[in-house]
């Protein structure tokens, strides 16, 4: 298991950052579409933020796997659901690389024209895509992250000032609420399409989501990055929006407010302060400049969660294995990469805001509501399971906790999505025939595969260093107990994983996955702390089937722990969960110890015989190979886990 070296700061730069670029490439989509009730329309849009925030932040640290909606959906239903999920995020990716890049060199029109279109404009739009790929092929990094912060604190600041200033000099109520006419000033195909729109504001969180694995975040820390959030939407959308419509002619049609109202309307909003206070035309350089960088960066995150989940996709064949290919020493996606930079290129050609952002919310809202979707189905399937953040106000129903917040989300999202396509043709058509294309390629490619279209089936992160992947056994997964018996199940699962590389055409990777599993009593609950010799005995013992596995060549071990209250369920369910095509396990006489080994008895190697073995090969959905010691050998004590 990696390490932690994410918390709260760099989680929140993550997100603001695209919350931040955002605002400069939406505003004028929006408002050119809802009037003068954009700052209403935002308001909805900050509402499903917080959804969405509860939403993900308790289905990130439930499966703390590299990716989103995908890996929810994955755990809720199957991995058919997960690839339409991530296949439509794939799609949002690409569009904000080129949406945020394309903004920006209309913004840095203010310093010289030529860049507000044409040849000029489209040059450094490619160049900015470029410069994104390369920094991200070389990979993420905590000091990116400061100079990130930095530039995330500083255009907060700024856009905090704006709406200060704004609100003092132009705001109207009357400007707002009276030309308001619903059906006509603004339409309702036009307020619905707006509202879809505003859902640009969650993908800072599908991006963020793609560094679980990697977050050391309390519980507290969990609740207060939501809240920090969500205020922060709130602020800077709502604000900067009343501001907009305040100081601008917004009823005159967005095309007549100003010369770059769609393509970088913050330009517009700057203008509006020439000359107050003396300041000239200092107010649209520095917002010029400081929405170029913000935008940049946007792009550079938005690029980070297309490869973090191309990745998820290949190493779980949902997309072919040489597509998620990694960099030989960066270990990043890099042909995913390159792929994503040149059809951003392709849709940035366009020169067309009200297109790109259009399809954007389609792709958007569709995995909004498999994600909220997948959140509720979790309570019922996985109730048990530790949840280090649990979203507020659920209800008992049926055998489970039901969560009004994605309940409210799921039918708000899902209601937009079906706005967004009846009032908005390119999300109708392009957004539609991506998906058609994506599941052909996903059936066509798991159908030659031989693999199933609906359960997991995984590969090892060196098999994508190496371009193919045809190893029988994409996984094992082996139950460690902690005992010297441990060596001769981890060693029968090297020599199955050294055969499958040994008997394929190019040297491959296989993968054992060895689980350690803290059965809790139903006396304490699931997430009890347990005893520091139990951890540490679990940890010494997955040290030593990591070292034993990996001297098979081409053979990786992958570690890792979970709570439960019966092994053999634990067994399966993580079975399934993985993808694994097979199971070592030990197969010994059944023991007459009772107990716990968190009420201090001798528990561990009496969850691994005899009942618990007969439930995993009456129940396992793969193939189960049993190993046991020669007959003569002595049963040693079990180790307490």
Known sequence: MGRRTVGSPQLFVVIYTLLASAIYFSLGVAADHALTLTPLVYLVGGIFFLLAAMTYVEGASLHQDRAGATVFARYAFNELWSFVAGWALLLDYVILVAVTTFSATNYLSAYWAPLGNGAASLILGLG????????????????????????????????FALIVAGLVLFFSWSRITGPVNIGTTPTWSGLVFAVGLSTVVFTGLESASGLSGEVAVSRRGLRRLIASAGAVVMIVYVGVA???????????????????????????????FDGRWGSGHAVRYVVAAAAAATLIAGANSAMLGLSRLAYSLATNRQIPSAVGRL????????????????????????????????IFAFGALLGLTIAHLSIIVLRYREPDRDRPYRMPLSVRVGNGDLPIPAVLGALLSFAAWIGVMVTHEGARYVGVGWMV??????????????????????????????????????SILVPILGLPLDDDIVQTAGRLAAEEVRGSDEEEGATIEALWIFEVPMALPIDARLPEVQ????????????????????????????????????????????????????????????????????????????????????????RVILTAPPAEDERPDPVAG
């Open 242 to 272: 009343a501001v907009a419509v305040s100081a601008l002619p917004v009823t005159a049609g967005a095309r007549a407010i100003g010369p770059h109202w769609l393509d970088a309307p913050m330009l517009d909003v700057a203008g509006a």
């Open 535 to 622: 951890l540490e005995t679990a940890r010494t013992a997955l040290r030593r089937a990591k070292a034993v596995g990996e001297e098979y060549a081409g053979v990786q071990v992958a570690t890792a722990t979970v709570r439960a209250r019966r092994a053999g369920q634990a067994i399966v369910e993580e079975a399934r969960r993985r993808g694994v095509e097979v199971i070592v396990l030990a197969a010994e006489e059944p023991s007459r110890i009772r107990g716990g080994g968190v009420l201090g008895g001798r528990a561990s190697m009496e969850n691994f015989v005899g009942d618990v073995t007969k439930y995993v090969v009456n129940k396992a959905h793969c």
């Open 327 to 358: 960099h030989p020493t960066r270990s990043t996606p890099v042909v995913v990469i390159v792929v994503g930079a040149i059809i951003a290129g392709a849709l940035e050609a366009s020169e067309d805001a009200d297109f790109l952002v259009g």
């Open 128 to 159: 900015f895509i470029a410069y994104v790929a390369v920094r991200n092929v070389l990979g993420f990094s905590s000091g990116r992250v400061r100079r990130v912060a930095l530039l995330v604190l500083a255009d907060f600041a700024l856009q």
């Open 437 to 474: 294309a994506g599941i052909a390629l996903y059936v066509v490619y798991r159908t030659t595969q031989g693999k199933s279209l609906v359960q997991r089936v995984m590969v090892p992160a060196t098999a994508l260093q190496r371009e193919v992947v045809r190893a029988a056994y994409g």
